[in-house]
């Protein structure tokens, strides 16, 4: 099978603009989750998508919201980039949710400017 | 919420060594995963492990949930074990928390 795949691999934005990024599961796995790495924060969850429903939710402000497909391909969006939301941002799929193993992506690295 | 600590923060290792790992967590919980991150940021799963031991070749993790820490075990350390080490832990399908890491560098 596949491993999970996320894109684009690497972004430059600049403070204000918004960005997407997007995650394709492992075939038949129905849990997405999202996490952001800084140097300073570390990694920290950001939300579960399972069956295109929010089933969980980090700490994070409103900017950051996301949503999930019928074919579980899952999306991230960050609206009114700050030059403190430049991370890793890794998404993670299993098949039933967080209480099992979780398979990560290569991540997306993003940039703030 | 749940506290995950990990010691030591930094190891360096000559290849060959041996190493233990050790994750803290101020919580009850019944699921606890150890990954790998490589230089590139790639997260591996190394185990899935709320309680008992395991192993898998060279590595091997204990944990004791009624203790609340886990320990990972690297044996005959080569340099490609090199990275950072994460536990995380989580109730039921609450979210996962992870830990500070451990940065392991092997050296030939």
């Known amino acids: 099978k596949a491993g999970v795949t996320q894109t684009p691999r690497y972004l430059i934005k600049t403070r204000g603009q918004q960005v997407t990024l ?3 599961p492992i075939s038949g796995h ?3 989750s999202w996490y ?7 990694l920290q969850f950001l939300f579960e998508y399972f069956s295109e429903t929010q089933r969980n939710k980090g700490n994070f402000p409103g900017r950051f919201s996301g949503r999930q497909f019928s074919n579980s391909r899952s999306e991230m969006n960050v ?19 967080l209480q099992e193993t979780q398979y990560f992506g290569p991540g997306t690295r993003l940039l703030v400017l | 919420g749940i506290q995950v600590e990990q010691s030591p923060p930094d190891l360096i290792l000559q290849e060959g060594a041996n190493s233990t790992l050790r994750c803290n967590f101020s919580d009850s919980v019944n699921n606890l995963q150890w990954f790998h991150q490589n230089p590139w940021g790639q997260l591996i799963n190394l185990f899935y492990i709320p309680s008992g031991t395991k192993q898998n070749g060279r590595l091997s993790a204990t944990t004791v949930a009624t203790e609340r820490y886990s320990l990972l075990y690297i044996s005959s350390s080569q340099t490609t074990d090199s990275g950072v080490y994460f536990c995380a832990v989580g109730w039921n399908t609450d979210k996962l928390i992870f830990g500070t890491g451990t940065r392991l560098q092997v050296f030939p």
């Not at chain 1, 609206?79 to 949710?97: I, M, N, V």
């Open chain 1, 79 to 97: 609206s009114t980039l700050e030059l403190g939301d430049s991370a890793l941002y890794l998404c993670a799929s299993s098949s039933r949710g």
């Open chain 1, 22 to 24: 997007s995650c394709s």
């Open chain 1, 30 to 32: 129905r849990s997405v």
């Open chain 1, 36 to 42: 952001q790495q800084t140097p300073g924060q570390g």
